[in-house]
């Protein structure tokens, strides 16, 4: 067989039988290492939903996200790092076939990790003595460089950006100080235009406002970081219905828009921004009451379903729960459901908790997996 014949055949088999194929032969080998064949590798790989069973150092166990089909739900082997106190590694971020996990909180140490590969890495320390909150995993566009953006408190409180490739961390300017950062866990975030979407983050300072004007517009206001220009902007959200209950916001895209879910009391509203540049074209596309068992569901994310009705689909989770379900918008219905695990039935064992993190394999090899050290 040629080598295309090969390459086509590669392309469609899994991630862990792609690592095996580079046994049979050099050619194989060859074709399988190669850094165009990966890319292609892992844009054909389906996009699955992620989740961490029992806490800290638990079983990482994934889903197709369009399909919900129980018998393609894997478990991955990701090897965790011997450890010698009682913290376990938190799963909190995915990007780019990479997952992100913390040890400790605030004075902890990050890892990233590639499932697949089973390879891992620490992220670069913080600066010494201070509190580190991770607020985005992101990749940088122009240099693909994968980078971690991080709210730091040291004397002024700043917000660094880490590249993984260039081993180094860079100060971006003022944020608010230590106050609020044991509350606010911004770790979630939409990357939609290249920009990071935060509906809740430590407040941030800009260069012609004082700190109690941070704080009264910030509240109930998105917050946007351009990735490219490093620079950040305020977005206000859609109107907020009146309310007697806890609601619970989520940021997705829809039709290639920003979107914001509200769910409340079993009910959810989902609205849309048309105009990107205007905060005021907020436009509610959906108002329904989700059926049991979701009409607890606390986000919503893009399921990456294939053909034209796709975008109609959306992935609606309940964390603590865990059901998850695929909801057309237009037909208002639930097409599937599934539970991924039974915290009633977990015994002694720690809660597990689905949030919206999304995940695709990826062999792709990066070099600051050789430049930091693994941890031991």
């Known amino acids: 067989m040629n080598d295309d014949v090969v390459s086509e055949i590669l392309l469609r088999l899994p991630s862990a039988a792609v690592l095996r194929s580079r046994a049979v032969c050099r050619a194989w080998r060859r074709i399988a290492s190669s850094p165009a064949f990966a890319a292609a590798h ?25 399909a919900l089909d129980e018998p393609q739900r894997r478990c991955l082997d990701v090897e965790y790092p011997e450890e010698s106190s009682w ?4 799963l909190i971020a995915s990007c ?5 996990f913390q040890r400790g909180r605030g004075g902890g140490t990050y ?8 390879q891992w890495t620490t992220v670069l ?16 566009g122009p240099t693909r460089e ?3 953006l991080c709210l730091t408190s040291d004397h002024q409180g700043s917000h660094y950006v880490y590249s993984l490739e260039a081993a180094q961390a860079r100060r971006l300017g003022q944020a608010l100080p230590v106050v609020g950062l044991l509350v606010d866990q911004p770790i979630c975030s939409l990357n939609h235009r290249g920009k990071l979407h935060w509906l809740r983050h430590p407040r941030v300072i800009f260069s012609t406002e004082n700190l109690m004007a941070a704080e009264d517009d910030d509240k109930y206001k998105i917050l946007a970081f351009d990735t490219m220009s490093e620079t950040f902007r305020r977005i206000s959200r859609p109107p907020l219905r009146r309310r007697d209950g806890v609601a619970e916001f989520f940021l997705l895209e829809m039709d290639g828009m920003l979107a914001m879910a509200d ?43 294939e053909g034209a009705a796709g975008q109609d689909v959306i992935l609606l989770g309940d ?16 097409l599937k459901k599934i539970l991924l695990a039974d915290n009633e039935r977990r015994g002694i064992a720690p809660p597990t908790l689905v949030h919206a993190l999304l995940f695709r394999d990826s062999l792709e090899r990066h070099n600051f997996f050789h430049l930091h050290h693994s941890p031991q």
Not at 42 to 61: V, Y
């Open 42 to 66: 892992a844009r054909r790989r389906p996009l699955e939903l992620i989740f961490q069973r029992h806490g800290p150092s638990g079983a990482l166990e994934s889903i197709p996200a369009a």
């Open 263 to 305: 769910f409340l009391d079993g009910s959810m509203h989902l609205s849309v921004l048309e105009d990107y540049n205007d905060d005021n074209s907020w436009t509610r596309r959906l108002q329904v009451y989700l059926p049991a068992p979701l009409q607890h569901a606390c986000w919503a994310v893009n399921a990456d379903v």
């Open 319 to 334: 964390s603590r729960t865990c059901w998850v379900g695929l909801y057309h918008v237009k037909q208002k219905r639930v």
């Open 96 to 100: 780019d076939g990479l997952l992100l």
């Open 125 to 140: 320390p913080r600066p010494a003595g201070t509190f580190t909150l991770p607020c985005g995993f992101y990749v940088h």
């Open 146 to 148: 994968h980078r971690l």
């Open 111 to 118: 890892y990233v990790c590639n499932p697949v590969t089973r």
């Open 87 to 90: 913290r376990g590694y938190n």
